[in-house]
């Protein structure tokens, strides 16, 4: 009965969130008024014919005469963040189609008259606000037609994947032909495919305690990963031209849509799996503590993440861009390619979010920039205080939790002095329109070190628990008030993150502090406590009463011993999925705008749309995780290890 209280609590916290707060929300008249947001000719058509000139660009409104009804309307409609700002249009037109007549020579002078034009038969002043790029008949042929616009990294790129797929060869060939004994080359056996498949496929850690552990965690970060795909084609979504805006208004102002504009808080939990099996595997190592043990765990971080996390980015500066074209192919991917060539080696070292951090180069690797330098910090706290001695004792439990509440102050400190806002203010759509470019708060908190510094100490804090626990012979299944708070995490973390809906009507800059250093840090404790009840079988229902653990039926025994969070997180098909984790978080972005950035036409979006497009991008992404997996993730972990020892 007590679960049913919490869940009855979060439910009611969640609808309670939907109000308080007044919406700009346009009725269907009011849509049917409004100038069309965007417009897309057809480029290839255009850019057929002799005297073709497809231009993209940002025009701004102003009204013609005063007063001006409409563009008061407008004007009041975009003060609500939450829609788009409806006093700029977005435009690609075929120039020559639409405004042949015009005397004017300059691309650029040209595009901005033909739009001019289009406005002023409307009711409104239009000028240029940014031109995105204008292109001819001439520079389209000679970019078709002509020889491939191929530098020195392309083909040290090339080069790269060749050498990769021959010691894949010579290393597969080696294995099938050789006999298992200790006279094998581990060095080329590390390169071979066969070998190379159990890593992703098992062993299986179900029969042992402390590997046992990784099962729920597998799980955990593939159905995070699954929402990190889904969220970004979300955003790109909105990043594109679309045929329906009012689609994404509406649905912006929806209470549920706040699990998705809140989408870099629910990150954090990915931090505090990575240093609670980084904390985890350092408690359960048999070698002591030393500087040398700091850098040989340091390494085989960056060689597990670098092979993998290079050749992506190398792919998006190189080849990503000359895959395909359309009329926001240079808007979306060459520009970001752009970005990538220009911050590769800031990426190489893993200091990207440092240098230029107002652009970004596949919006996900901030996240694996701030967790190398968070795994840093995270390896030398946990070497400092198991070689003092402390590793299963109550005091590293006091330390550890003290850090991590001077971190939330910290936050709410450097939240308050810079006025940062939250992530649900700033993930509005013109800001994802621009992948945040030049917003502070995403740049300067979400993307740093500090702003996920206490997810990660509580991942510190929950693997020394567990250690110090299991050293003990505690029982959690055995303590019912765990049982019922382990629970009542499932829907209580979801209500967490819709009340944060009630903060939209406050503008005190204190209590948005307050907020901003406690809400991440409060959905990672709840996320803490779900995972240690997943993998300790704190989650024991009633159905386990009726199934002895005689039962012939597996199913119902583990339930009944083990409680269902447990059992649904622990099926075998997490584990494989968990090992492509790095691989698919690197492709999804290259994946979807493959398809996505390569539209003729402005798109259509709606639940349907977005669904599919999410499932297709993970089907597809996991398919080229796994190559990419086996072929360079794997060789390389072994290859280090096989060095090493």
């Known amino acids: 009965m007590a679960t049913w209280r919490l869940v009855t609590l979060a439910v009611v916290c969640g609808v309670a969130a939907a109000g308080g707060h007044v919406d700009r929300l346009a009725t269907d008249e009011q849509y049917a008024q409004f100038p069309t947001l965007f417009q897309l000719d057809d480029y290839h058509k255009c850019l057929g014919r002799p005297e073709g000139l497809y231009c993209v660009g940002t025009f701004n409104i102003r009204p013609l005469r005063r007063p001006d009804p409409l563009f008061d309307m407008l004007k009041d409609f975009s003060k609500d963040t939450r829609n788009f700002n409806r006093t700029r249009l977005h435009r690609g037109y075929c120039v020559n189609t639409r405004c042949g007549a015009l005397p004017e020579t300059n691309t650029t002078l040209r595009f901005e008259r033909c739009v001019a034009q289009w406005g002023r038969k409307r009711g409104m002043q239009l000028s240029l606000q940014q031109l995105q790029y204008c292109r001819t008949h001439v520079q389209e042929k000679a970019a078709r037609s002509g020889p491939l616009p191929l530098e020195t990294s392309h083909r040290v790129f090339l080069a790269v994947i060749a050498a990769i797929v021959f010691m894949n060869f010579i290393g597969t060939v080696y294995d099938m032909s050789t006999k298992d004994d200790d006279k094998k080359s581990k060095l080329l056996s590390s390169w071979s495919i066969r070998s190379n498949w159990q890593y992703i496929v098992g062993p299986y850690p179900d029969g042992d305690p402390r590997l046992a552990v990784l099962l729920p965690v597998q799980a ?153 330098q968070l795994h840093a910090l995270g390896l030398a706290v946990v070497m400092c205080t198991r070689g003092a001695g402390w590793g299963a004792r109550r005091g590293v439990l006091w330390l550890l939790g003290t850090m991590f509440l001077a971190s939330c102050l910290l ?198 749309h977005i669904a599919r497009d999410t499932l297709a991008t993970a089907w597809l992404t996991y398919g080229a995780a796994l190559p990419l997996t086996l072929l360079v993730e794997a060789p390389a972990l072994r290859l280090y290890s096989a060095l090493v020892h």
């Open 220 to 372: 955990f970060r593939t159905i995070m990963l699954l929402l990190v795909i889904m969220l970004h084609v979300c955003m790109i979504h909105v990043a594109l031209y679309i045929q329906n805006p009012e689609f994404i208004e509406r649905t912006y102002h929806k209470t549920e849509v706040t699990i998705l504009r809140n989408g870099s808080s629910s990150v954090q939990m990915f931090f505090l799996l990575s240093s609670f099996l980084m904390a985890q595997g350092i408690l359960h190592s048999k070698e002591e503590p030393s500087l040398r043990l700091f850098f040989k765990l340091l390494l085989k971080r960056i060689v597990r993440i670098s092979p993998v996390y290079l050749l992506v980015i190398g792919f998006a500066s190189t080849w990503w861009p000359l895959m395909r074209g359309g009329p926001l192919w240079p808007v979306v991917v060459e520009a970001e390619s752009a970005v990538c060539r220009r911050k590769f080696w800031a990426h190489a070292f893993f200091y990207n979010n440092f240098f230029d951090d107002s652009k970004y180069c596949q919006t996900q690797t901030w996240f694996l920039a701030v967790d190398m």
């Open 411 to 608: 936050n709410t400190w450097m939240a308050y002095v810079s006025e940062w806002q939250p992530l649900m203010f700033v993930s509005v759509p013109e800001n994802v329109r621009t992948m945040f470019s030049g917003e502070p708060t995403f740049s300067e908190y979400y993307t740093k070190p500090w702003g996920s510094l206490p997810a990660s100490l509580l991942g510190l804090l929950v693997a020394h628990l567990h250690h110090h626990l299991y050293q003990r012979g505690f029982k959690p299944e055995e303590h019912k008030g765990l049982i019922v708070a382990c629970q009542s995490m499932v829907p209580v973390i979801p209500a967490w993150v819709l009340c944060g809906n009630l903060v939209r009507s406050v503008r005190s800059r204190g209590f948005i502090a307050l907020y901003m250093g406690l809400e991440a840090p409060v959905l990672c404790v709840m996320a803490a406590l779900l995972l240690f009840g997943a993998y300790n079988g704190s989650t024991k229902t009633d159905i386990g009463k009726k199934t002895t653990p005689d039962s012939k039926d597996k199913t119902a025994q583990r339930i009944a011993t083990k409680g269902y969070l447990q059992h649904v997180f622990c099926w075998r098909g997490w584990f494989a999925l968990g090992r492509l984790s790095l691989s698919a978080l690197m492709l999804h972005w290259c994946v979807y705008t493959l398809f996505a950035a390569s539209v003729n036409t402005p798109v259509t979006s709606s639940v349907l």
